[in-house]
């Protein structure tokens, strides 16, 4: 991979840091009235998805890191490693382990698309859509009455997530969510 | 792909960028300190060792000659001044090479002001009384730091005695770098660093800080004075606001010798650094030769004082068309 310099860094670039591949959040030249320069570079680890704050020297350099995002559709899971399928018609498929699943485990749906991030070829992290259709699998009988009445309750989603929906809402319903927030949105 | 020809500011910020400069002239015009105009190209180039400069090639009657577009008016703007030309400010296109980002653009606009047998205090205040009524709002009292103090209070060092073993580790840590990229920065530089990604972002929060007493080595153009504890510092002084420098002032300077033994300092600490070697300007040291009359100079910022009177959030939002789409 080539190597970038403090002024190449720009937010979205992927570069090589203490042997993990880290995104660029923001990048900040700091120059005291006379002095020499430096760069704040604030880094999201894409294994850990921590961010963190760097300075280097004006003109140092990191690795840049092979990593791409690619849109893959959710197939199954054999209970160790989850599988994707690419959506460009190439029908590749990518395993997936849990640590590199993290939090999304709770938004899978079979063929909906997910964006995955891969370093060397490998699946690091999976992000789900914005919004996800699921169905109510289980939750108190719904009330009848006012729809517009406020009050909420539990519900499981046949992904397995948990979410706080409306006291109208009965099981066998399908449910829009927005999985950045985890929150009921509307009826789908 | 499409072309993004479009300006970096909106035409109705560059409608209030005009508001606030037609008052900095106002501002000026009512003290009796004259605008002048002094050419972005010169013979000579700032020697100081982080400013990168650019230059260029002209064909001119004396031949094809190398000069340098100016890092800041300063060196014509003394040339002036020791012709008699009175107090002098000017609105000037600078640039330094390299220099980009949220604060920061290669070409840039310095207001750069000089006031004869001006104190340093007394170009402080009309700094402060310039920045304030060109803010919406005001922005807190006046308040004034020794650096020394400073680094008591936010990094519990003394810049003067610490030893240099002991800053290179603590600026390492307070910048979150590794310490082996700081094994043979100077003294200087751990200060430099502390001062800018620890201490700067704690000045100017509900108040303009004007910081005075640096180290005597960040002198510069400045001359040099003993302060109250019998440490040699720089008769400079810097002010800030919202943690961003502003403005950046001078006890200027006129002894010509000593002016330069600095610059030729520098040049050989560009040799060491492996950095290009800048053509000293003789026209300035003979002009100071003959005598430039004593006072203070400042150069302020007035694309990042606009951009925060603004409330903007980067410099290229006040530029009609920042670098490199320009």
Redesign the interface.
């Known amino acids: 991979m080539a190597n970038y310099s403090t ?1 190449e860094f720009k937010a979205g670039l992927k570069v090589m840091l203490d042997g993990d591949p880290c995104s660029i959040v923001e ?12 760069n ?1 570079v604030k880094l999201r680890n894409l294994m850990t998805g921590r961010v ?7 003109g ?1 350099s990191l690795e840049g890191a092979d990593v791409m995002d690619l849109e893959m559709e959710y197939l199954y899971t054999d209970g160790d490693m989850w599988h994707f399928m690419k959506t460009d018609g190439s029908f590749e498929q990518y395993a997936v382990e849990k640590k590199a699943l993290g939090d999304t485990v709770k938004w899978l749906k079979e063929q909906v698309p997910y964006i995955i991030t891969l370093w060397d070829d490998k699946a690091i992290s999976v992000t789900p859509p914005n919004f996800i259709e699921l169905e109510v699998v289980e939750t108190d009988p719904g009330l009848k009455g006012d729809t517009a009445q406020g009050g909420s309750k539990p519900a499981t989603l046949s992904s397995g997530a948990v979410v706080r929906v409306p006291l109208f809402i009965n099981q066998g319903e399908v449910l829009k969510i927005d999985t950045r927030s985890g929150d009921y949105v509307s009826r789908a | 792909m499409a072309i993004d020809w479009q300006p970096s500011a909106s035409i109705e910020t560059l409608r209030e960028r005009a508001r606030l400069m037609a008052k900095v002239r106002a501002f000026f015009a009512q003290r009796d300190v004259l605008e002048v105009e002094t050419p972005v190209l010169g013979q000579g180039g700032s020697t100081d060792v982080h400013l990168v400069s650019l230059h260029t090639l002209a064909r001119t009657d004396k031949g094809q000659r190398r000069l340098w577009l100016q890092t800041s008016p300063e060196f014509h703007m003394k040339r002036l001044l020791s012709a008699g030309c009175g107090p002098i400010f000017q609105l000037a296109r600078s640039f330094r090479d390299g220099e980009i980002g949220a604060r920061h653009n290669i070409e840039f606009t310095m207001l750069e002001w000089y006031r004869p047998q001006f104190t340093l205090d007394q170009l402080i205040d009309e700094t402060a009384t310039l920045i304030m009524s060109l803010l919406p709002s005001f922005p807190g009292p006046l308040v004034h730091y020794r650096y020394r103090e400073l680094f008591h209070t936010y990094v519990e060092v003394d810049p003067f005695t610490t030893s240099l073993d002991r800053l290179r580790a603590i600026a390492a840590e307070r910048a979150q770098m590794p310490i082996q990229s700081l094994a043979d920065e100077s003294r200087e530089t751990c200060l430099d660093l502390l001062m800018s990604v620890v201490i700067e972002p704690q000045l100017g929060q509900q108040e303009l800080s004007v910081v005075i007493d640096y180290p005597a080595s960040q002198a510069a153009l400045a001359r040099r004075h003993q302060d109250v504890d019998g440490e040699w510092v720089a008769s400079r002084f810097e002010i800030y606001l919202n943690g961003i420098e502003l403005a950046n002032g001078y006890d200027e300077l006129t002894d010509a010798e000593e002016q330069r033994t600095r610059f030729a300092e520098d040049n050989v600490e560009r040799r060491r650094l492996g950095l290009p070697e800048v053509d000293v300007d003789e026209y300035l040291l003979a002009a100071l030769e003959h005598g430039m009359p004593e006072g203070a100079g400042v150069a302020l910022g007035v694309d990042r004082l606009i951009q925060l009177a603004l409330g903007k959030a980067r410099l290229e939002d006040v530029l009609t068309f920042s670098t490199p789409n320009c």
């Open positions: 002024n990048n900040e030249l700091v120059k005291p009235g006379k002095g020499q320069a430096f704040r963190g704050e760097k300075t280097f020297k004006s140092d």
